[in-house]
């Protein structure tokens, strides 16, 4: 299965953009990059993926290096509702995701 | 639109009774998904199912687990003779197909095994 490494913890001020780090040296061309979040007592959230270029969406942004083997999930302005779990995953072709242990965020008032 | 749905949301049960956890997918999407999650954990692959093809099952622990997807939609999964360490909360999720489709979760059946 192919890894990722994320730190088990992390903190933001509210309404300071938040750098969410993941590496995944063992990537392969066809290996899509996932994010996730998951709120107290919820399912998992999808927040975005993408496999070369950078990618934006309503919630987030995503940075992926040039050479793939490591991305950055960009919240622009945390918000206390942005306090959740944050899973980085590969997505080989048509096989399972695998979810870490991922990143707690904690978004401080 | 309708998200997955998990049926019940929690389930108390005794050691060694068998329980079905059910899943109800968003309609059209061929990829299931079941994880379990312990408290304070990650969360943990057990099967994969993706259209007609033979299900991945090799995330399940143990041969007292198992599951089945009727007519390309609905999943339940069996947990026969529970033990303590079954309890979990048990999540499905589903997918257009197994590529490049983001995951939609339900949120999960508790079961906590007495």
């Known amino acids: 299965d192919a890894k990722t490494t994320q730190p088990n913890s992390m903190e933001s001020n509210e309404e300071e953009p938040v750098h969410l780090p993941c590496n995944h040296s063992?990537?392969?061309?066809?290996?899509?990059i996932h994010w996730y979040r998951q709120l107290p007592s919820q399912g998992p959230e999808y927040v975005i993926h993408?496999?070369?270029s950078n990618v934006n969406n309503r919630m987030a942004s995503l940075a992926i290096a040039e050479d793939r083997k490591s991305s950055t999930l960009i919240l622009h302005r945390a918000t206390l509702r942005d306090a959740a779990v944050y899973y980085c995953?590969?997505?080989?072709?048509?096989?399972?995701?695998?979810f870490g242990t991922g990143t707690s965020l904690t978004v401080i008032p | 639109g309708a998200g997955v749905s998990q049926s019940p949301s929690n389930k108390v049960t005794e050691k060694g009774k068998d329980v079905e956890l059910r899943c109800d997918p968003i309609?059209?999407?061929?990829?299931l998904y079941w994880y379990r999650q312990s408290l304070g954990q990650g969360l943990e692959f057990l099967i994969y199912?993706?259209?007609?093809?033979?299900?991945?099952k090799s995330g399940l622990p143990s041969d007292r687990f198992s599951a089945e997807r009727t007519g390309g939609s609905v999943s339940t999964l069996t947990i026969q003779r529970t033990q303590q360490e079954d309890s979990a909360v048990y999540l499905c999720?589903?997918?257009?197909?197994?590529?490049?489709?983001?995951?939609?979760f339900g949120n999960g059946t508790r079961l906590t095994v007495t």
């Open positions: 309609s059209g999407h061929t990829a």
């Open positions: 063992t990537i392969s061309g066809t290996d899509y």
């Open positions: 993408g496999l070369t």
């Open positions: 199912f993706q259209g007609n093809s033979a299900p991945d």
């Open positions: 995953i590969l997505n080989p072709a048509g096989n399972q995701f695998y």
């Open positions: 999720a589903s997918s257009l197909d197994s590529y490049n489709s983001p995951l939609h």
